[in-house]
Nanobody, 122 residues
Framework: QLQAFGGGLVQAGGCLRL?????????????MGWFRQAPGKEREFVAT????????YYADSVKGRFTISRENDKNTVDLLMNSLKSEDTAVYYC?????????????????WGQGTLVTVSS
């Protein structure tokens, strides 16, 4: 089970840290990623790790502003979001996949958290 938390209301230019806690699974055995879904839009890729966790990948829209990280001993994955924009407003989901599956495709992920809402006011 995955549980995402840390969302909230923030002004444009501000920052938030989202966390995803995994229970019943060890995140080091999975490819972990973050996705988001804005109202009326499809779910889109935000960030993920490579199959061995050594590299990170980001959507162009968040590159340079967001940072994905994980703490294996705590079994958590974080998403630090800086310089937030109104277009970052969405429900953010953490998800887990087979490590060797494509990390930027939602269809690769087998397990999803319930989502946490991030609202950025302009």
């Amino acid at each position: 089970q995955l549980q995402a938390f840390g969302g909230g209301l923030v002004q444009a230019g501000g920052c938030l840290r989202l966390s995803c806690a995994a229970s019943g699974r060890t995140i080091r055995n999975y490819g972990m990623g973050w996705f988001r879904q804005a109202p009326g839009k499809e779910r889109e890729f935000v960030a993920t790790f490579s199959y061995n966790g050594a590299a990170t990948y980001y959507a162009d829209s968040v590159k340079g502003r967001f940072t994905i990280s994980r703490e294996n001993d705590k079994n958590t994955v974080d998403l630090l979001m800086n310089s937030l924009k109104s277009e970052d407003t969405a429900v953010y989901y953490c998800a887990a996949r087979d490590r060797f599956a494509a990390g930027d495709m939602a269809s690769s992920y087998d397990y999803w958290g319930q989502g946490t809402l991030v609202t950025v006011s302009s």
